[in-house]
């Protein structure tokens, strides 16, 4: 059976980088826009890079940035100073 | 250049600002500090496992919470400053925000209470912390969504009292006593039914598909508040998953406990839902997806998901889950039926569906619309057409647990009434489900206490026994402007006048010849 990890952003421009970091960390990813909101979806585990995102944004970026424009997340929550991580086990 | 300021590691920093904030009591015992946490029978043997995976502190909480609340309500004051209420897609819409006022808002309100006191009832300083986030996080909810649609109210009927309504209005009563059960449960179960079933399992499909409704719709201030409190429910969902392990890694015995309050808090859950199952095929003008698709996306595959990895804990899905994913195609539409019949009770109007919308509820239920559905609706609105709106005035059959009405049917024969019934001490009780009938006899000291409005109404406790008092004077409900048919309503006319339309209807024309 297929086990779908997934995260919610509100459409908006923060989510614009937060969206083009994790389609380039992680490949597989679908991301489907809706209205308002953008939803990444990827088999077992979904990464965002620290460092992904801070050579998109330009300036230095704290994972936890990401609380501010997320709407929901599916998956285990695996998050330090570097990474935010969802994933299935 | 830039230079960092040296600083601790998110791991470090949770633990200085959590953890080390906590100590062991001294001259008082542990458990006369925290009289309620094994009553359950939970097992807890080292409180020190449990992990917040977003390590939030209160510092960087009330940082990332500020800039929130800054960016909500600009977005209200823009909303609010170019009469925003002007460019929904239809007057109809406020109907659903006018539920959610009255039913949803007060239970952000009852969360904020239940998680400040079971934020007290724990030892472990890590649960005792997230406990108190999400209590703040919960009262942030009530306000913002009223200050949010403290907008609509000043344009539009049935928004004026919604908390007076939540405690009396006979449908108000499943969401209430869906969290006053929950309240009223110790606080190991409080959480398994709030932050994992409700949280985690079950609100994405409020808040996410209902909320990019709501933007698709020209709402532009709940779309907000949706978004902004659903930011903070991400953290809720991670600590109601986080919760589960905790308490399953802890000991075996609470396996067969945490699987039960599972199976009842997702039937409670899902028949909660039915409320949102109508709003979102009824009560959304512009449609977004179907009650079923949302059902499909956000329980059966991200729940299916989550149940698998509870597998390797011994956990199942929750009991009864086959029934749930098979009403996926039949409570919307019971739901809204039993609405329509009964809007002269309710702060909110009702309507039949227009002919596209009819067209694009078969297209989204082609096993179910057209069937069971669509030759009602088409009756209901002929009758309407001939000056017959129709209107149930028999009280209905009340579930003693979930405390709908007993309209939901049977999984083999959508047309039968699904209907439970069981004697306990000399009294007869009755149920929508087998569902609601185990719940029952798990615990019947608990749910005889049921304050059931239908009762209560025949009872003469709701200020007179006749349905015109109890919705004027018991639920402040103004008659002829909060309730009964959209068409025609004081809403509809507002509406036609806002966008520059003269209003043609019948009730309008009767109105004008009385004047």
Known sequence: ?89 | MVVKNKKLNLKDKYQYLTRDMAWEPTYQKKKDIFPDEDFEGIKITDWSQWEDPFRLTMDAYWKYQAEKEKKLYAIFDAFAQNNGHQNISDARYVNALKLFLSGVSPLEHAAFQGYAKVGRQFSGAGARVACQMQAIDELRHSQTQQHAMSHYNKHFNGLHDAAHMHDRVWFLSVPKSFFDDARSAGPFEFLTAISFSFEYVLTNLLFVPFMSGAAYNGDMATVTFGFSAQSDEARHMTLGLEVIKFILEQHEDNVPIVQRWIDKWFWRGFRLLSLVGMMMDYMLPNKVMSWAEAWEVYYEQNGGALFKDLERYGIRPPKYQDIANDAKHHVSHQAWSTFYQYSQATNFHTWMPEKEEMDWLSEKYPDTFDKYYRPRFEHWAKEHAEGRRFYNNTLPQLCQVCQIPTIFTEKEDPTALSHRQIVHEGERYHFCSDGCCDIFKHEPEKYVQAWLPVHQIYQGNCEGGDVETVVSKYYHINIGEDNFEYIGSPDHKRWLSIKGKSSDTKADSAKQDAA
């Open chain 1, 1 to 89: 059976m297929s086990q779908l990890v997934f995260i919610a952003f509100q459409d908006n421009d923060n989510a614009r980088y937060l969206v083009e970091a994790i389609a380039e960390d992680n490949p597989e990813a679908e991301v489907q826009h809706q209205p308002a909101m953008i939803r990444i979806q990827a088999e077992k585990r979904l990464v965002i890079n620290r460092e992904t995102m801070e050579e998109k944004l330009g300036r230095d970026w704290d994972v936890q940035e990401m609380l501010i424009d997320v709407i929901s997340i599916g998956g285990n929550v695996d998050e330090d100073d570097d990474h935010f991580i969802l994933q299935w086990t």
